[in-house]
């Protein structure tokens, strides 16, 4: 690949290297691609802190807990991330800069005057404008010209095709690029512009749809689209289009999932959402839910070591849901669900917080809840934290506090949801994930 040969000699070369692109154009990929490329050559390891679901505030916290920095009383949260730091030959990749340009200038600017031997990869759709900063941008990946590539060896030289081909067989093993399919995935790869996460979920639908349909049904919606929202770059409504096609042709028990998995900010574990999207479910439907989402391309599963599996929504899939969330009928008690959750898990802890016999599992189980506070700031507007400080604070009060820090957004408007609470299981037991 071009492009990460081209990143690898610009981060020989500079402290900050920032990868510029669209949404859904491989600049998470390429950001991981490179780390991997280079992270011998960091003796203090490579650290990924992800900003998707911050806010400006919220910055010095996320990096502080991607590098393992904790606070001490009376001490800037950032000295503390710069002392972690120190003289390490480090990389730090931060990833989904674009909503939070200053914080992360600012940050940036100290870290990498405190700290000399640290190198850090930020993706974001616009440059940082940091000083020492050197940028590039992520292109779509290269697609057959239709003119010119005409046989099966041409067109499977293009990046889109062979990321195509590599994702069907994923789905479908026996998945070969042959004279009689050849031409269909060119034109599918060019009618999604490149676009790495569009041409993986057009190729995830193999397993159940033939290659033909999928062509047809992509041409029909894309002109469609193309009709409407002109305020998008064309190639955020191509995208759309991919996901939208995704999306409907899921079964209406995974769709409903699907939206509800939306309010989860950095992700979460069976158990969270067996609570939040199917508390009507034992959590084998749920897992079996989960499992058909991540088969199909709608949700990415990560694994946390001795913490159990977790899962997550790539932002572009997540923005994508939240929308189909705000015009269901069920946005509001799906928020209630999982404020309600966070907050009984915080009153749960409390006690074992204060000395009891199962206090190191909780904390390194609130630890992953609230890293960076995000989870638990976003579900119930920092009263999960204010129950751990004040655990006898009535539900009453709790219930009368406005909205956190997201009130406003759509994170703000499904995790403040306001009316009847919704119940949720007390857990008997530390969960090994939330």
Request: with cysteine.
């Amino acid at each position: 690949m071009s492009e990460l040969k081209a990143a690898a000699q610009l981060l020989s070369q500079t402290r900050l290297l920032t990868l510029t692109g669209s949404a859904g154009c491989g600049k998470t990929r390429l950001a991981l691609l490179l780390a991997e490329r280079v992270r011998k050559g960091f003796q203090g390891g490579v650290w990924f802190a992800n900003l998707a679901a911050t806010d400006a505030a919220r910055v010095p916290q996320v990096v502080a807990a991607a590098v393992q920095a904790r606070e001490a009383p009376g001490k800037p949260l950032i000295e503390a991330v710069a002392d972690q730091i120190g003289n390490k030959r480090l990389l730090l990749v931060m990833d989904n800069c674009e909503h939070v340009l200053g914080a992360c200038t600012g940050l940036l600017a100290t870290l990498l005057e405190r700290c000399p031997n640290l190198a850090t990869i930020a993706t974001s759709r616009e440059w940082l404008g940091a000083p020492g900063e050197q940028t590039l941008e992520v292109p779509p990946f290269s697609v057959p010209d239709e003119a010119r590539a005409k046989s099966v060896e041409a067109i499977a030289r293009y990046e889109a095709v062979a990321l195509f081909v590599e994702r069907a067989r994923a789905v479908l093993p026996e998945f070969d690029l042959a004279d009689e399919n050849a031409s269909v995935v060119a034109e599918l790869c060019r009618r999604l512009d490149g676009i790495p996460l569009a041409i993986e979920l057009a190729a995830a639908q193999l397993g159940r749809t033939p290659l033909e349909t999928i062509r047809a049904r992509m041409a029909d919606r894309l002109p469609t689209l193309e009709r409407g929202d002109h305020d998008a770059p064309a190639r955020h409504r191509t995208l759309w289009t991919a996901i939208q096609w995704s999306y409907d042709q899921l079964l209406p028990e995974e769709q409903q999932v699907f939206r509800a998995l939306a309010v989860f900010a950095e992700g979460w574990s069976l158990e969270a959402a067996a609570a939040v999207a199917r508390p009507d479910a034992d959590d084998f439907v749920t897992l079996d839910l989960l499992t058909r989402l991540v088969d199909k391309s709608m949700v990415a599963l990560a694994g946390i070591p001795d913490q159990g599996p977790r899962y997550r929504l790539l932002e572009s899939i997540r923005q994508f849901a939240l929308e189909r969330l705000d015009d269901s009928d069920d946005g509001t008690t799906v928020g209630e669900r999982h404020r309600e959750y966070f907050l009984v898990l915080a009153e749960t802890a409390a006690p074992e917080l204060r000395g009891g016999s199962q206090q190191a599992s909780w904390l390194r189980c609130l630890e992953t809840a609230a890293r960076g506070g995000t989870r638990l700031r976003a579900a119930v507007g920092g009263l999960a934290l204010e129950v751990l400080v004040h655990p006898r604070l009535p539900r009453a009060r709790a219930k009368r506090v406005g909205p956190g820090p997201g009130a406003g957004s759509r994170e703000g408007h499904h995790a403040g949801a306001r009316s009847s609470m919704v119940r949720i299981r007390r857990p008997r037991h530390v969960p090994r994930a939330v």
